[in-house]
Nanobody, 121 residues
């Protein structure tokens, strides 16, 4: 089942920007604030990798490859997480997935269906 809904992907030239959104509409997220949220991506032929994470407390961490270019933010009342991607590079191409993990029970991990990001001239 798909628990999270991503949007905002698309085709953008190198140097461009995109803003991805991840919404958590299902009732299991009645307490959205207790979930650590993250964005992962998977390029063709490669393993899924962590891009950015924002904890329930608001702490953030990023993959070295996106530091200084991507930011992650959340709004608990709207049950939404965003990934702002600037100065995009062709190597940022891939399917971006949103992930939610209950900070009190890491076995409760949920994914979205993914959104395609293509960086190409």
């Amino acid at each position: 089942q798909v628990y999270l809904v991503e949007s905002g992907g698309g085709l953008v030239p190198p140097g461009g920007s995109l803003r991805l959104s991840c919404a958590a509409p299902r009732s299991i997220f009645s307490v959205f604030s207790v979930h650590d949220m993250a964005w992962y991506r998977q390029a063709p032929g490669k393993e899924r990798e962590l891009v950015a994470r924002i904890t329930s407390a608001g702490g953030t961490n990023f993959a070295d490859s996106v530091k200084g270019r991507f930011t992650i933010s959340r709004n608990n009342s709207r049950k939404t997480v965003w990934l702002q991607m600037n100065n995009l590079k062709p190597e940022d191409t891939g399917v971006y997935y949103c992930n939610a993990v209950n900070r009190d029970n890491s076995a409760q991990s949920y994914w979205g269906q993914g959104t395609q990001v293509t960086v190409s001239a």
